[in-house]
Every structure is written in C-alpha cells, then in structure tokens.
C-alpha cells in the first residue's frame, strides 16, 4: 500500500498544476497512464483566454462566455473563472511560459492577442500555435524538480475506493484509489483522503476525435461507479476543423486560423458561412459545426476546405509554424492550398458536477479540468476557455484543501488489497479492439453533431448489450490498460446516450431533429448518478 496527502490522477494543465501548488503541504502522487507529456493539455493549439488588454474586460468577457453556453451557464462561476484568470496567466509566465508579443513602436512590445469564434475582442494568450505544449513542458519541469512530488507514470487509476464501497454506515467518502503497474501488472492500494481527478476528456468515444488515445472518459466513469454526481454529458464539442487526410490521425487545425482571416468554402471554392450565422467564420463552435456537417450532408463531398492563402506566406508560417509543417508533410502547403477540413469530437462540456471549489458530491473527491463540470462552459464551450478554466480550478481545489481546518480525509479505516481471484489473462484482444470500435463507430454514426430519439434509442439498446459483455470480461479476466480503457469507454458512451435521451430540446451543442426548438423548462442542467 502506499499513502499520500494527496492523490493527483492526470497529468495536463490542472493536475501539474494543483500538484505543484499542494506539494508545499505535504506528499503528493501524480498518477498517469502514460507518461507525463501525454495529455490533451499538450495538444492544445489555440491559446488560454484572459483579459489582459485595456480594451477587454471582464464584463464582456462573461458576457462572450454566457452567449456561448446557450443559458446553462452558473453567471457566479463564470464571473469567477474570468476574474481570477489573469493571476494564474502571471503564475505561467513566471514559469517561464512565453507568451507570443508583437512590437508597437521603438522596441516596446506587448502581448500578441489572437482572437476566436464567439469572442467579441482579441483576448487569447498564445505559443505560436503550440501553447498546450509550452504550458505543459513548464509545469511538468516544475513537478519533476519537487522533492515533495511522486510521479507514477504508466499506472492506471482502476476504481475509486469509498467507505460505502466498504459497507461502512457512516457518510460515505474517498479513502483511495485502486491503480493498475502497467509493468508489473498487478494492481496497488493507494490511501487518500484527498483524491483529485484531472483526467481529461472522453473524446476517443466517438469515431473522429482530435483528442489523443488517453482521452477514453477514465475519470468521469470512475467517479459514476463511485456515486458521484456527473452532469451535462450531453453536451459534446465538436471541433469543426480537424484536418481530413488518410494519413492524418485526429490532427486539428486550430480555431485561430479562423480568427486569423481564414475563411471556410465548398469544393467548388465558395464561401458558405454567411448563410448560417452573421459572424459568419466567427460563429461559435456549435453552429459552425452544424453548418460544416450541413454543408457535407448537402453535397455529397467528403470534406469542406478551410482557405487562409489570401494571408501573406510569411505570416502564416511565422503564426502556425506546427500546422504549416504537419501540413506540408501531408502535402498541403497552406500558403497556396486550402486545407481540407471535417468536424471532429473535441471537448466535453459536462463531467462530474463540482462547485466552484472544485468539490464533488462525494467527500474528498475533487474534480478539475476537462473532467469536471463546474457552470462555466454551460451548453457549448467558449473557445479557449478550457486552459483558463482547468489552472483557476485547480488553484482553488488547492486553496480549499489547504486551507485552516480543511477536511484531511479519514485515515484510520483499513483498505482491503486487490484481489484478482482466479482470473485468466485476457489474450483475445481482438474481442476488445472489437467492442472498442463498435462503440465509437455507433457513437459517430447515432450520437453525434445532429440527432434524432431513434438513433439515440437504437444506440442506448446496443450499450446495455455491450456493457453487459464488457463487464463479463472485466470480472473473468486480469486487468489490462485496454480492457479498463474498453470498461470506461463503454460507460461513459451510456451516460451520454441517457443524458441525451432526457434533453427534449435542441440547446447548445445538443441538435435534436425531432426536437429543434429550445425549451425553457430544460435550460437546466442534466444531473445523474449511479445511486
């Protein structure tokens, strides 16, 4: 058994960050199932949304964020977020993280604000077009180099263990966590009272994703099993412009192409965005994905193009030097060609429901990041407010932690090891790769940008088989990385399909043809739990 004072389960933006703030309190394990840089935090292109320029506020910055959340926002944790951004991006560039500028006049320069779709001013903060990667490289030197931090990478949390697991009467709460040694293959009890899930996403549910393989919804599912309340998980982000290549694997192009003068086109080469929203390109993320999906439908082709050539050569490869090059190596030179472009799955919305300290309903655990759902990004998702959100979050889930007389968890309860029992190693893999690739076909093919009660009925039918087959092997077999991934994936696809099922409106990222209209009886968040 191992024991800390806190327990950190993923590695990108929010985790390294509440790891390396708690560190100063006491131990603190980092637990991630790969290593360290492999998180979607790495992956992030766009850049980090804050007020910084005179010209901003945050009034408009809240306004910009209630717009896009579709009336699901909480106003008071989005006031929050947007307030307290601006202190964590000056914690980042102490880091060292350096942060685009552009010179004014003689010499003096300031910061080189981008601008997305449904911002109403030039406000994101950003690295090229590499500014995950430049974020998570700071944060995890910082974690590395703390004497007080553990990192285990290549282990996989299995379960969270809670007191009513245990058949304890009292309240029922966090004493830990089961984690699978991929290496050794054997599972560890470790002790926490203070659990804290950072584990990204659930983008690789579905079939097209912009999301790397660790996004499998490990967090989300943990938590349902353990009894905590997740929210919103309907609510799906669709990127609209994820490069469409048959040697491309889930490689986006970035939002702020767009906001750069990029314009979106048919095969024919004409412009068709004005015919679905007045800011045309600059629409939020939802109707342009729609829009995209619709333009598709309509003709037949198998992709639209996203067109920046009338930027001069220069600028283009000095503001998207990534996706220039990744391009070209496609063949694409993004200079004189369009690039072909489909939506892709991108971001959940929903998670599990904390409140604005990052609290879950289930004591001593603790939601943050892409994991969590906290108000802020209500039915859709502002751009590049997910990096804003996931370091504010985690300075607070820190601050409450941390604070005098802050609940230190219940030590005294004996945690049972894990048993395997008299399981077979699992050496069909071609039944989980299989199931895997039902799931997040029958995902993208009834679950996705537009839907309809058939389609999600048919797919909730499907899941009940399959998570019945899927826990038959999870109780039969040893435990592997991929059959845990196979569990997870198969019940967060369950709990999206329920979540959908219960929204009789079409609101945000959720597009119903049998229900298009929005409702005001269901501007209210989709909260279910397990028990």
């Not at 350096?98 to 911002?119: C, N, Y």
């Not at 001069?312 to 472009?341: M, S, W």
Request: net charge negative.
């Amino acid at each position: 058994m191992k024991e800390y004072d806190f327990v950190v389960l993923g590695s990108g933006v929010a985790g390294l960050t509440f790891a390396r703030k708690a560190a100063a309190h006491g131990s603190v394990a980092i637990i991630t199932k790969r290593s360290g840089a492999d998180a979607n935090t790495s992956y992030a292109q766009g850049g980090v949304a804050s007020v910084t320029s005179v010209e901003d506020s945050f009034d408009l910055h809240v306004q910009d964020t209630l717009a896009a959340g579709d009336g699901l926002c909480d106003p008071a944790a989005v006031r929050t977020i947007v307030t307290d951004g601006p202190a964590r991006i000056r914690e980042l560039m102490d880091l060292g993280v350096q942060f685009d500028e552009r010179e004014i006049e003689h010499g003096l320069k300031e910061l080189d604000l981008g601008r997305e779709g449904g911002h109403s001013k030039r406000r994101v903060l950003h690295s090229h077009d590499t500014t995950g990667r430049e974020i998570e490289e700071a944060l995890l030197r910082a974690a590395r180099s703390h004497p007080n931090i553990e990192m285990l990478e290549n282990h996989m949390a299995v379960d969270i263990i809670t007191s009513g697991k245990l058949g304890y009467v009292t309240e029922d709460r966090c004493l830990g966590v089961y984690v699978l040694d991929e290496a050794s293959g054997s599972v560890i009890t470790v002790r926490t009272g203070r659990l804290i899930l950072a584990t990204g996403g659930c983008g690789k549910v579905y079939l097209y994703s912009t999301n790397p393989a660790v996004a499998t919804g490990d967090g989300v599912a943990m938590a349902w099993r353990a009894g905590a309340r997740v929210a919103n998980m309907e609510f799906i982000q669709f990127h609209p412009t994820c490069l469409y290549h048959a040697e491309a694997r889930s490689f986006l192009i970035s939002e702020a192409v767009r906001g750069e003068g990029a314009i979106l086109v048919d095969a024919k080469g004409r412009r068709f965005m004005q015919k679905y929203h007045p800011w045309q390109e600059l629409a939020p993320r939802d109707v342009v994905a729609r829009a995209i999906d619709a333009e598709i439908k309509r003709t037949g082709e198998k992709c639209v193009f996203l067109d920046i050539t009338s930027k001069p050569a220069d600028f283009i490869r000095e503001r998207f030097p990534n996706i220039h090059d990744t391009c070209l190596k496609y063949g694409i030179d993004i200079t004189r060609q369009p690039i072909p472009v489909v939506p892709a799955a991108h971001y959940q919305c929903g998670g599990v429901l904390t409140n604005i300290n990052a609290a879950s309903s289930l004591r001593g655990l603790y939601a943050i990041g892409e994991v969590a759902c906290t108000g802020l990004h209500g039915a859709n998702r502002l751009a590049s407010n997910s990096l804003l959100e996931a370091m504010v979050m985690a300075h607070r889930a820190y601050e409450a932690l941390t604070a005098k007389g802050a609940d230190s968890g219940d030590t005294t309860v004996e945690l049972p090891e894990w048993k395997s029992g008299d399981v077979q190693d699992l050496d069909e893999l071609v039944v989980i790769y299989h199931n895997w690739d039902e799931i997040r076909r029958l995902m993208w093919d009834y679950v996705g940008i537009v839907r309809t009660d058939k389609r999600l009925q048919r797919a909730s039918a499907r899941l009940r088989n399959l998570r019945s087959e899927i826990q038959e092997f999870y109780w039969n077999f040893k435990v592997t990385t991929d059959l845990l991934e196979l569990r997870n994936l198969v019940t967060v696809a369950a709990i999206i399909v329920d979540s959908a099922l219960s929204r009789k409106e079409s609101r945000g990222l959720h597009y119903t043809l049998d229900h298009p209209q929005k409702e005001a009886k269901y501007a209210r968040n989709t909260v279910l739990s397990a028990v």
